[in-house]
T-cell receptor, first 113, second 113 residues
Framework: RKEVEQDPGPFNVPEGATVAFNCTYS??????FFWYRQDCRKEPKLLMS???SGNEDGRFTAQLNRASQYISLLIRDSKLSDSATYLC??????????????FGSGTRLLVRP | SQTIHQWPATLVQPVGSPLSLECTVE??????LYWYRQAAGRGLQLLFY????GQISSEVPQNLSASRPQDRQFILSSKKLLLSDSGFYLC???WGTGDEKLFFGSGTQLSVL
């Protein structure tokens, strides 16, 4: 089982739609969680951190469910510029007990006019 | 403000040739530095990280090596490239103060032929 799993998509939605991505992680000792956005052939950029109480940044809402070990990202009122791959990232302890950021393979979003 | 520079942007190398990718960070001191690789359609794989000059931790066995000759310089090398070394290589830095957010360089697309 992968440490961080995401549906690869693509999610193809019209402008203005609401779309949600989920991500599951395998290590219950994971401490912190993030969503990154990656455009084609570009570097990933931090979109938002994910807090236990849930957090919102404009049209983006992130939630964490520690009991079920999953993280979600909700995008409201999708824009064409939201088209990208969204990476779920989890800070998990490794074999040597030091924490490392583990990246999911990403979920691709296509927003059409 | 902090910036990270990574070069070259693209590289085509024959099998068996050497490799040297360089990354420098400006605007901060004693950052944690990282090398990641992203194969086509795959997640980011951590190759090396460094918490200080001369301190390198390797995450996966391979024919690559890393060095940190100066506080804000991180170099990825290989003596002899393999076909399987092709991929998108990303350098990144973090504050190293427990804040795990990563800031990535623009990446190097390496094709080994």
């Amino acid at each position: 089982r992968k440490e961080v799993e995401q549906d690869p998509g693509p999610f193809n939605v019209p402008e203005g739609a609401t779309v949600a991505f989920n991500c599951t992680y395998s290590n219950s000792a994971s401490q912190s969680f993030f969503w990154y956005r990656q455009d084609c052939r570009k570097e990933p950029k931090l979109l938002m951190s994910v807090y236990s109480s849930g957090n919102e940044d404009g049209r983006f809402t992130a939630q964490l469910n520690r009991a079920s070990q999953y993280i979600s990202l909700l995008i409201r009122d999708s824009k064409l510029s939201d088209s990208a791959t969204y990476l779920c990232v989890v800070n998990s302890p490794g074999m040597d007990s030091s924490y490392k950021l583990i990246f999911g393979s990403g979920t691709r979003l296509l927003v059409r006019p | 403000s902090q910036t990270i520079h990574q070069w070259p942007a693209t590289l085509v190398q024959p099998v068996g040739s050497p490799l040297s990718l360089e990354c420098t960070v400006e605007g901060t001191s004693n950052p944690n530095l990282y090398w990641y690789r992203q194969a086509a359609g795959r997640g980011l794989q951590l190759l090396f990280y460094s918490v200080g000059i001369g301190q390198i931790s390797s995450e996966v066995p391979q024919n690559l090596s890393a060095s940190r000759p100066q506080d804000r310089q991180f170099i990825l090398s290989s003596k002899k490239l393999l076909l399987s070394d092709s991929g998108f290589y990303l350098c990144a830095w973090s504050w190293g103060t427990g804040d795990e957010k990563l800031f990535f360089g623009s990446g190097t697309q390496l094709s080994v032929l």
